[in-house]
Every structure is written in structure tokens, then in C-alpha cells.
């Protein structure tokens, strides 16, 4: 009987130091640093882009486009044309395909709640670049990587306030928003309001929705041209638009510039070339190379860190002179 204890007891002995080796091996594997969860597989990603209305535009794509494929990820890519509708059928086909990461751009702020909950229900975290969506469930997207559009309106607002701050009489303005309902056009607007708003001579006489594409700037800038015969400024929600209005006022006798000071944001080469020719006076500065955060944002949430739930991208402001020294250095 005692042969047979002794037995067991050497049996169980060997038994726990074979697991304590092994228990040994994995904890010096994992002072060594463990294996993130993007590792294990490729990964892909669903990406609904608004469309290509403008220069900046086609650089965020390209930024994503390359980014992407920097990262090693299977990028799906959907152009919505401008219609949110479009973007819903797209995100839906991503959770269809039980894709890792969903990103967009929205077209809109609003109409977001049900796609977006039906992502979360799926398991699959979404995140939003270059423009935020209306709603009052945070927990519907994991991050928001783009500019800050308020601040941008600011920026423009403040120049026009110092450049026309010896003025005596009143400075009329006009101004070509950026599609209508989206976070770009609400918040660039709100923001430029904010800070002409105490300044009585800083008027805005006309104000209408370019679409962000040069054509609709061009054709708005025609009738705000035919509608009012005093224009001193306009602010246009981006490069394109305010280049669509150069073509109008050009083609109206008037030198864009000097007759009519132009503020614009964005800051697309075509945008500098315009003002290091003095045709744009100031440009707000909006960032479209955002793929190198978004994919770096994809890995962190997959990995389960922890990430802000606001990413603003860095940028600048540029007068004319500035366009002139900045213009080689252009990226997009």
C-alpha cells in the first residue's frame, strides 16, 4: 500500500513541475512583450468616402488609399457621391462582410443613429474621420479623427476683423457654404460668426451653398456678383469654391484679391497657387492627410487600448506672402 502512495505522490510531483515549466516559458514570453491582436491576421477595413468634389478631397483619398496599403490592411473602399443614402448601403455592405474597422467621412451630420447602432450590434467599431456626426451615443463610434471646423471659421474671422479693424464705413460680405448639413458648413460658419459678430461694419449680405465643388462656387459667386453691386470679402468654406468665384469675378471685370478679398480654407496646392498670385488673400489651413492617423487608430482599437475620443490634426494659417515661400512644399 505504501509502494502505491509513494507512487502517486511522485507521479503528482512530476506532474507539477511539467506545468510550472510551462507556466515559466509563457511568463518569459510575455516580459518580452505579447502579441498585439492586429498582428494575428490581416486586417480590413470599410471605408465610405463622401465622394471626390474637390481637390482636398482626392488627397484625403489617396492619403488613405496609401496609408492602408503602408499598414498591410485589405482596404474596402466606397465613393457615396455625395449622397448619405449611398454611404448607409456601403456601411451596411461592410457589416455584411463582417469587415474588422468601419471609417467614414459622413456626408451629413445627422441620420447616423440606426446604421450605427447596427454596426455596434455586430461587433464592429466604427470610426469617423474628417467630419463628426450628430448624435447624442458617443458609444456608436470608437474615435473622431479631423480638424476642428469651428476653430477654422475662427481663424478666418479673425483676420477679416484685423485687417478691416481701421474701417470707417461698412464691409460687405459674402460667403459660398460648403454642402448644406454638413459639419464643415455648420461649424466653418459658426465659427467666422462668433468672432465677426461684435464688429458692426463686418455685414454678411449673402450667404449660399456652394456644394464645395468649384462649378457650384462659381455659378453661386455669378449671382451674388448680379444680386449686389457692393462686394468687399468673400469666405468660402474651401479652395475649390473660392476658385469656382475667382473664374465669376474675373469674368465680371474685377480683380479677385484687390476688389474682392477672399478668404478660403483648406490649403490645396491649386488653393496656393491662386494666393501666391494674390487672387486669395488668407487661407485656413484643413489637413486632408488624416490615413496615417486612421490606420494607427484602427491597430490601437483593435488592440483594445485606449484612444481619445477626439483627434484634432495640426494645422495652419497662410497669407499671401506666406503661399508664395509654402507653395513647393505643397504635399496636396
Request: aromatic share 6%; charged share 30%; proline share 2%.
Amino acid at each position: 500500500m505504501k509502494k502505491h502512495v509513494r507512487l502517486g505522490a511522485a507521479i503528482m510531483l512530476s506532474t507539477m513541475m511539467l506545468v510550472a515549466a510551462a507556466c515559466g516559458n509563457n511568463a518569459n514570453e510575455g516580459s518580452k512583450g505579447s502579441k498585439p491582436a492586429s498582428a494575428d491576421k490581416k486586417i480590413t477595413l470599410g471605408f465610405a468616402q463622401v465622394g471626390a468634389e474637390s481637390g482636398w478631397r482626392t488627397a484625403n483619398t489617396n492619403s488613405v488609399k496609401e496609408s492602408a496599403a503602408e499598414a498591410g490592411f485589405e482596404l474596402k473602399f466606397s465613393d457615396a457621391q455625395q449622397k448619405q443614402e449611398n454611404q448607409i448601403k456601403s456601411i451596411r455592405s461592410y457589416i455584411q462582410q463582417k469587415v474588422d474597422v468601419i471609417a467614414f467621412s459622413p456626408v451629413v451630420e445627422s441620420g447616423w443613429d440606426t446604421v450605427l447602432k447596427e454596426a455596434k450590434e455586430a461587433g464592429i467599431p466604427v470610426i469617423l474621420t474628417d467630419r463628426a456626426v450628430d448624435s447624442k451615443d458617443d458609444s456608436l463610434y470608437e474615435t473622431f479623427i479631423g480638424s476642428d471646423f469651428v476653430e477654422e471659421g475662427r481663424s478666418a474671422g479673425k483676420w477679416l476683423l484685423e485687417k478691416y479693424k481701421d474701417a470707417s464705413g461698412d464691409v460687405n460680405i459674402v460667403e459660398l457654404q460648403g454642402t448644406t448639413g454638413s459639419a464643415p458648413a455648420i461649424d466653418r460658419k459658426a465659427g467666422f460668426e462668433e468672432i465677426i459678430k461684435d464688429d458692426a461694419k463686418l455685414k454678411v449680405i449673402a450667404s449660399q451653398t456652394g456644394d464645395f465643388t468649384r462649378a457650384k462656387g462659381k455659378e453661386v459667386m455669378q449671382s451674388f456678383l448680379k444680386a449686389n453691386k457692393d462686394i468687399d470679402v468673400l469666405y468660402a468654406h474651401n479652395d475649390d469654391m473660392a476658385l469656382g468665384a475667382i473664374q465669376a469675378i474675373e469674368a465680371a471685370g474685377l480683380k479677385p484679391g484687390e476688389d474682392i478679398i477672399i478668404i478660403s480654407v483648406d490649403g490645396v496646392k491649386d488653393g496656393f497657387v491662386a494666393a501666391s498670385e494674390g487672387k486669395i488673400n488668407f487661407i485656413v489651413e484643413c489637413n486632408p492627410l488624416l490615413g496615417p492617423q486612421l490606420m494607427q487608430a484602427v491597430r490601437d482599437v483593435l488592440d483594445g487600448k485606449e484612444i481619445e475620443k477626439r483627434i484634432v490634426t495640426e494645422e495652419g494659417v497662410f497669407t499671401s506672402e506666406d503661399a508664395k515661400r509654402e507653395l513647393p512644399n505643397r504635399k496636396y
